[in-house]
Nanobody, 121 residues
Framework: QVQLVESGGGLVQAGGSLRLSCAAS????????MGWFRQAPGKERVLVAR??????YYADSVKGRFTISRDATKNTAYLQMNNLKPEDTAVYYC????????????????WGQGTQVTVSS
């Protein structure tokens, strides 16, 4: 099992940047497919980025602006978010999956508590 704790959310103006961190304990982030999801009020939770042994995935809405990475030495996954837009406002969740081809929330077994990102216009 792995435990995940997100941090780094906050309030930022449009065009600004934030870096979300997902600290893992129990197992290493390299043992899992790591994903970042977001959920806006009244909307479904959607995958925005995923890193695993297959090519990294990004949702079309964040391509070129977000970068997912992981550091095994710190046992932490990251989501660097640049050029933020008001439509990026959501609760962001870190998740871990034992499956390589994981795309939906149901594919991920472990979740963090979420961190709020608010982008003002």
């Amino acid at each position: 099992q792995v435990q995940l704790v997100e941090s780094g959310g906050g309030l930022v103006q449009a065009g600004g940047s934030l870096r979300l961190s997902c600290a893992a304990s129990g197992r290493t982030v390299s043992d899992y497919t790591m994903g970042w999801f977001r959920q806006a009020p009244g909307k479904e939770r959607v995958l925005v980025a995923r890193i695993s042994r297959i090519p990294t995935y990004y949702a079309d809405s964040v391509k070129g602006r977000f970068t997912i990475s992981r550091d095994a030495t710190k046992n932490t996954a990251y989501l660097q978010m640049n050029n933020l837009k008001p439509e990026d406002t959501a609760v962001y969740y870190c998740a871990a999956s034992s499956k390589v081809f994981s795309t939906t929330p149901y594919d991920f077994e472990y979740w963090g508590q979420g961190t709020q990102v608010t982008v003002s216009s």
